[in-house]
T-cell receptor, first 112, second 116 residues
């Protein structure tokens, strides 16, 4: 069965650079979520989109922005990267009939 | 506001022992959903179970069982006859029921180590 696809799997950036993470939800899923997980921490909710509209917003820095496109894929744009942005970024998707979130394998971002 | 508390940061057991992971939650919603996810060393988040707030039946799936008690706001997870492959971080999570796109709030996680 198709799963949530995230790209890239690994990303290395310098401070003050920009990064774009991509997420392709499971087909026919209309909702995507972004989470940030620091080392040894639980996943922290950043933002979600339902039918291409922002649905819920968590502790997402102003330097980050995200959107969901007409084909339901989503991108998380991160600017002015800081060392503290180094983390595992998860995307998840769900549908109205599936209340659980299906998670992708994550993007490991390292800011040097 | 919603909150999930997993008081046990780390648990270490010997293979074949039974182990229970505790989860306590807080919410003002009348409809909500509780989840357990497993995060093995490889890093992915693996769904284990979902429970609705209006269904307090306990559930057993193989060596796994879950005890949901609304009276104490707890949703505990028991692994019977633990195995080395059960070693992982386990997260309890809570989601409100009414809104599409509503966030999943995770607890801090419990690191389970099963030793041979």
């Amino acid at each position: 069965a198709a799963g949530v696809i995230q790209s890239p799997r690994h990303l290395i950036k310098e401070k003050r650079e920009t990064a774009t993470l991509k997420c392709y939800p499971i087909p026919r899923h209309d909702t995507v979520y972004w989470y940030q997980q620091g080392p040894g921490q639980d996943p922290q909710f950043l933002i979600s989109f339902y039918e291409k509209m922002q649905s819920d917003k968590g502790s997402i820095p102003d330097r980050f922005s995200a959107q969901q496109f007409s084909d339901y894929h989503s991108e998380l744009n991160m600017s002015s990267l800081e060392l503290g942005d180094s983390a595992l970024y998860f995307c998840a998707s769900s549908s109205r009939t599936h209340l659980k979130l299906f998670f992708g394998s994550g993007t490991q971002l390292s800011v040097l | 506001a919603q909150k999930v508390t997993q008081a046990q940061t780390e648990i270490s057991v010997v293979e074949k022992e039974d182990v229970t992971l505790d989860c306590v939650y807080e919410t003002r919603d009348t409809t909500y959903y509780l989840f357990w996810y497993k995060q093995p060393p490889s890093g992915e988040l693996v769904f284990l179970i979902r429970r609705n707030s209006f269904d307090e039946q306990n559930e057993i799936s193989g060596r796994y069982s879950w005890n949901f008690q609304k009276s104490t706001s707890s949703f505990n997870f028991t692994i019977t006859a633990s195995q080395v492959v059960d070693s992982a971080v386990y997260f309890c999570a809570l989601r409100r029921g009414e809104t599409s796109g509503s966030r999943l709030t995770f607890g801090e996680g419990t690191q389970l180590t099963v030793n041979p």
